[in-house]
């Protein structure tokens, strides 16, 4: 599986922004998601995932109530979207799949995720 994400760019704060990950193959379907950001000098951390079904979805505390995950398995691509964003949401954000759990586990922690994207910058001006 091959990932693709796009759509970050320069925010202002208090403004929004939607990240999508596109992935290649045609098992999208099975694969759980997940979105991971990493700033500079900090470790990589969950932002979210969801699971293949897509009836489940985990947040991590720092986004819970701003940050959304959808998936699409027709289009073979997962979104965040981000609202109410703040300067400490500046990072690069990966997407992640993990072919794993049941139809309603969400991976949460990186060695659980099996493919990686290149990341997305997101710039969250004060």
């Known amino acids: 599986v091959q990932l693709q994400a796009c759509g970050g760019g320069l925010v202002q704060a208090g403004g929004s922004l939607r990240l999508s990950c596109a992935a290649s193959?045609?098992?999208?379907?099975?694969?759980?998601m997940g979105w991971f950001r990493q700033a500079p000098g900090k470790e990589r951390e969950f932002v979210g995932g969801?699971?293949?079904?897509?009836?489940?979805?985990y947040y991590g505390d720092s986004v819970k109530g701003r940050f959304t995950i959808s998936r699409d398995n027709a289009k073979n691509t997962v979104y965040l979207q981000m609202n109410s964003l703040k300067p400490e949401d500046t990072a690069v954000y990966y997407c992640?799949?993990?072919?794993?759990?049941?139809?309603?586990?969400?991976?949460?922690?990186?060695?659980?995720?099996?493919?990686w994207g290149q990341g997305t910058l997101v710039t969250v001006s004060s």
């Open positions: 992640a799949a993990a072919i794993r759990g049941s139809s309603s586990y969400v991976p949460r922690r990186k060695y659980e995720y099996d493919y």
């Open positions: 193959g045609r098992t999208f379907s099975s694969y759980a």
């Open positions: 969801i699971s293949w079904s897509g009836e489940s979805t």
